[in-house]
């Protein structure tokens, strides 16, 4: 069993204790939140608490299983995200199954280094105003370079909802990301400049059985490398990019081999994987047709934005202009996708006609933390609501993956005859949540959502790391419990539906299940 190590910020205490058996993953991040934040506090609130909970095999040697869900209590609704990198396995090999962060760092910029000795809160003012490059490179050069961190920087710090958290990748280029749907700014609101964690270990979590777990892995890799999608690694299209080139099912384009040696022309070590034991590689890939590189999956989401947003420029010019702003909304911490979305709202609005030099401006602006930058980098939303008159605009607000998900017809079969009574789109869910609480990474979804050897290897690695074995409905009953769980939070805030945290990928996911 592991443990869960709670942070009081208003006291610079620490207390630990043994993570239940039956929570863990999604589902555990969600209970943490319940039990730690105040009763009505909003997304900013000294109130909210902070929970990071590594997937059930996070931390082992099951492949893609690499991912933590960040939550919190968001403005009226709950917030979740998803993280890979480095970070999640290393907490996971110390025996840390959750972080959980309450109150606020008066000070500011708080650094918790995290170590096979213990826990301890640093006051590192030196890296207030730093951008995330600079912040990696303090921490690596300082504490060394098997360290991993998640943090905030410029667009956080200005508590701005397009402020993501930054999370690092192993030593090597690219060196870190911004995951779209991360909430830096609740990081940034509790003082919180990284979380740090000094260790070499990838796979040092505990396991029952690690032979069967080894046997167990390697078959579930398998499966995952002989699906035509994630063996093809398409996710290193985007999932925004997938979903524009999946005109049906069966429509997968081929996907050129990326570059074969492991090394950039000065040197630096290639990362072609988020973290290690990932299959299916979505770092560095060839995503272009003109041989553009774009070293995640965020750069090339950004460049469906703009393809989406600015079709009346070049392409080339299209993907240059993703690419430079890909990096400085890295550098700053800037969720750079909805930020493309929100400037062609905002030079729509004002009459201006597009241009890079402009988009360039206007991420400037951010980076400035001017009116006009924080306009933007409060996402389509705050300029939705100064027109609330117009009806065009109100549509293009940046809405839910699943706003219409009543609208998709699904067709998974019914694998087991004790949930036949759920529907497909329920079903679907579920086992998107089902990945989630394992850590898995949800560009697997395709090789095993829907395939019964897939969950039955699932449930087995559940048993090889914990020693209780598990069935797979068990599993998925348990998935349904989170969804309700979380739904039960919205209803008490007033939100509409829980379903606003499922990933924007279910939109891929939609169209490839569907009919």
Do not use: W
């Not at 069993?1 to 204790?17: A, H, P, R, W």
């Not at 990474?441 to 095993?448: Q, R, T, V």
């Not at 019964?452 to 068990?474: D, F, P, R, W």
């Amino acid at each position: 069993m592991g443990k869960t190590i709670v942070i009081n910020l208003n006291t610079n205490s620490i207390s630990e204790m043994p993570t239940p058996a039956e929570h863990y993953g999604r589902g555990l991040a969600m209970k943490l939140v319940r039990q730690y934040a105040k009763d009505g506090c909003s997304r900013l609130d000294e109130g909210n608490a902070l929970a990071i909970v590594c997937g059930l095999l996070t931390g082992t040697n099951a492949p893609c299983a690499n991912r933590a869900s960040v939550a919190a209590m968001g403005n009226n609704a709950v917030a979740v995200s998803s993280i890979s990198g480095d970070f999640p396995q290393k907490l996971a090999s110390l025996g840390i199954d959750a972080l959980v962060l309450t109150g606020k760092y008066s000070d500011g910029n708080a650094v918790i280094m995290v170590d096979a000795s213990g826990i301890r809160i640093e006051h590192m003012p030196q890296l207030q105003g730093k951008s995330c490059n600079d912040i990696v490179e303090y921490i690596r050069s300082t504490f060394g370079n098997n360290c991993a961190a998640i943090g905030t920087s410029r667009s956080a710090d200005m508590l701005l909802p397009l402020g993501a958290l930054f999370t690092t990748y192993p030593e090597g280029t690219p060196r870190f990301t911004c995951p779209r749907s991360s909430f830096g700014d609740v990081a940034a609101s509790k003082g919180i400049r990284a979380i740090v964690i000094n260790g070499k270990a990838y796979f040092g979590k505990h396991c029952a059985n690690k032979a069967a777990l080894q046997a167990n892995s390697k078959k579930l890799a398998g499966m995952i490398l002989s699906d035509k999608i994630c063996g093809g690694a398409l996710p290193g299209l985007g999932s925004i990019t997938i979903l524009h080139l999946l005109k049906s099912r069966n429509a997968i384009p081929e996907i050129p081999e990326r570059r074969a040696h492991g090394k950039r022309d000065n040197g630096s070590r290639l990362n072609y994987c988020c973290a290690p034991g990932c299959v299916i590689g979505c770092l560095n890939r060839h995503t272009a047709a003109d041989g553009h590189v774009f070293s995640a999956p965020e750069e090339s989401e950004v460049k469906a934005a703009m393809a989406h947003c600015f079709g009346m420029m070049g392409e080339g010019e299209r993907a240059d202009t993703a690419l430079d702003l890909s990096k400085r909304g890295m550098t700053i911490g800037l969720n750079t996708t909805e930020f493309v979305y929100t400037a062609a709202m905002y030079m729509e609005l004002n009459g201006e006609t597009p241009s890079s030099e402009r988009l360039m401006e206007l991420i400037g602006e951010i980076e400035r933390g001017s009116i006009t930058g924080r306009l933007l980098g409060s996402g389509t939303v705050a300029i939705g609501s100064l027109y609330r008159d117009n009806a065009s605009i109100q549509r293009r607000i940046t809405k839910p993956a699943n706003t219409n998900d009543s609208a998709h017809r699904l067709d998974l079969g019914k694998l087991y005859p004790e949930l036949s009574e759920i529907d497909d789109l329920d079903m679907l869910y579920r086992q998107i949540f089902l990945l989630e609480n394992m850590g898995i990474c949800i560009f697997s979804a395709f090789a095993l959502i829907n395939r019964k050897e897939a969950l039955e290897t699932i449930a087995s690695l559940y048993g090889n790391v914990t020693g209780n074995a598990i069935s797979v409905v068990q599993l998925l009953n348990y998935a349904g419990e989170c969804l309700d769980n979380e739904l039960q939070m919205v209803r008490s805030n007033s939100a509409a539906c829980v379903k606003q945290n499922i990933p924007e990928f279910v939109k891929v996911l939609y169209r490839y299940f569907g009919e």
